[in-house]
């Protein structure tokens, strides 16, 4: 099977594998970690990050935006005009019309506010934003998401930060074989091993921030989710071989003596 290219409204990108900015100990860690990573597309917390102060350190002095893409997002919004407005600032900054949408349900559990998060793809898409939304792992909404006019589905594996890896893989499948956008698995991988199993089910690419930024060794992790990307894709596009119950020989039987 050829590999179809990864692409996200319309736009080309050669890594699958997106990385967030925040977490870090310091830009130039974070830098340092997307490059190891090969990522293209890094997400940035609109309401949190310097991206306009020339006189304070900006992620834009170490990370260029001419050759990563950046991708607004809207952590730390709890309903839909609060997300609305930070995505509005993001455009009149930075002319961005690609964006994450993230609207949270509260503070503990950070999980997205469903209500909220359709009523804001709606009314951002009608704008002209190309929305990218964070969703619970729920195959009805996701596909209530795309009738709305999202341009990729990301639903999460587990709580944002949480490191538990996919936690619902049967939704997730479901999700992949109803939905024509790109599937993009969004908060709670861990370690490789879980952006691995990620590709394997068929997923477009995985998004990771806590994952990286937190671990011992960011830019070694970072590396390590690039390799794993790569090789859960590769296994996906091979086709697995169809499980069983009963051990099979792997020589055949004809001819033994």
């Known amino acids: ?6 692409k996200i409204a319309n736009k080309n990108f050669k890594s699958r594998l997106i990385v ?6 310091s830009f130039k860690e974070c830098a340092n970690a997307i490059k190891a990573s090969g990522a293209d597309i890094v997400t940035v917390a609109v309401r949190r990050v310097n991206i306009s102060d020339k006189n304070k350190a900006r992620l834009m002095d170490y990370i260029d935006p001419k050759k990563i893409t950046y991708l607004p997002n809207t952590a730390g919004c709890f309903n839909a005009e609060d ?7 993001a455009r009149e900054i930075g002319g961005w019309k690609l964006v994450k949408l993230e609207v949270l349900g509260d503070k503990k559990n950070l999980f997205p506010e469903m209500i909220e998060t359709l009523r804001s793809t709606e009314l951002l898409t009608k704008e002209g934003f190309k929305v990218m939304v964070y969703c619970n792992d729920d195959p009805l909404m996701a596909k209530r998401l795309e009738n709305s006019g999202a341009v990729a589905i990301m639903p999460l594996a587990a709580p944002i930060g949480s490191g538990l890896g996919i936690q619902n893989k049967v939704n997730i499948k479901i999700i992949r074989k109803q939905t024509k956008l790109p599937l993009i698995i ?7 091993s879980d952006a691995n199993v990620a590709m394997e089910l068929g997923c477009d690419g995985v998004l990771i921030n806590t ?6 060794n960011p830019i070694q992790m970072a590396e390590a989710m690039k390799f794993a990307v790569i ?5 996906f596009l091979s086709g697995r071989i169809k499980p069983s119950l009963f ?11």
Not at 20 to 25: P, R
Not at 83 to 89: D, E, P
Not at 211 to 216: E, G, Q, R, V
């Open 20 to 25: 967030g900015t925040g977490k870090y100990k």
């Open 186 to 192: 969004d908060a709670g991988l861990g370690q490789a």
């Open 231 to 235: 090789s859960g894709r590769k296994s």
């Open 211 to 216: 994952a990286i930024a937190k671990a011992k």
């Open 1 to 6: 099977m050829f590999d179809k290219k990864f």
């Open 247 to 257: 051990g099979s020989a792997s020589t055949s039987n004809i001819g033994i003596i």
């Open 83 to 89: 997300a609305i407005r930070t995505l509005r600032l």
